[in-house]
Nanobody
Framework: QVQLVESGGGLVQAGGSLRLSCAAS????????MGWFRQAPGKEREFVAA???????LYSDSVKGRFIISRDNDKNTVSLQMNSLKPEDTAVYYC????????????????WGQGTQVTVSS
C-alpha cells in the first residue's frame, strides 16, 4: 500500500514558477514509477510527466522543456518543477504511483494522491 500526499500548489502569474511535491509512504518507494497528471475543469485527466525507478523520464509535449520531474528515494518524494507557466496549465495536479514500470496512461497507476490546485493567471 502506498499513500501519496501532494503539496505546493497555488496561484501564480503567467511566466512564473511553482514546485509541486508528493510525499509517499511505504518502504518500497524506490520500486515505484511515479507520475504527475492534471485535470482542468470540464476536461479529462491528462498525463504530465513520469519518472521510473531507474530515473528514466517522460513528459507530455505540452510541458516538455518547461517542467522537470525528479525524485528522492531517500526522502520518498517526487517533485515537479514547473517553469514558464501558462494559463492553460491551470488544473488540479495529481501524483500517482505504479509498481516498477513507467507509464503515461492514468488507469495503469495503482495509487493516487488527493490533488493540489495550480492556478495560472494571465
Amino acid at each position: 500500500q502506498v499513500q501519496l500526499v501532494e503539496s505546493g500548489g497555488g496561484l501564480v502569474q503567467a511566466g512564473g514558477s511553482l514546485r509541486l511535491s508528493c510525499a509517499a509512504s511505504g518502504r518500497t518507494f524506490s520500486r515505484y514509477a511515479m507520475g504527475w497528471f492534471r485535470q482542468a475543469p470540464g476536461k479529462e485527466r491528462e498525463f504530465v510527466a513520469a519518472i521510473s525507478w531507474s530515473v528514466g523520464r517522460l513528459y507530455s509535449d505540452s510541458v516538455k522543456g518547461r517542467f522537470i520531474i525528479s525524485r528522492d528515494n531517500d526522502k520518498n518524494t517526487v517533485s515537479l518543477q514547473m517553469n514558464s507557466l501558462k494559463p492553460e496549465d491551470t488544473a488540479v495536479y495529481y501524483c500517482a504511483a505504479r509498481y516498477m514500470t513507467i507509464a503515461t496512461i492514468g488507469r495503469e497507476y495503482e495509487y493516487w494522491g488527493q490533488g493540489t490546485q495550480v492556478t495560472v493567471s494571465s
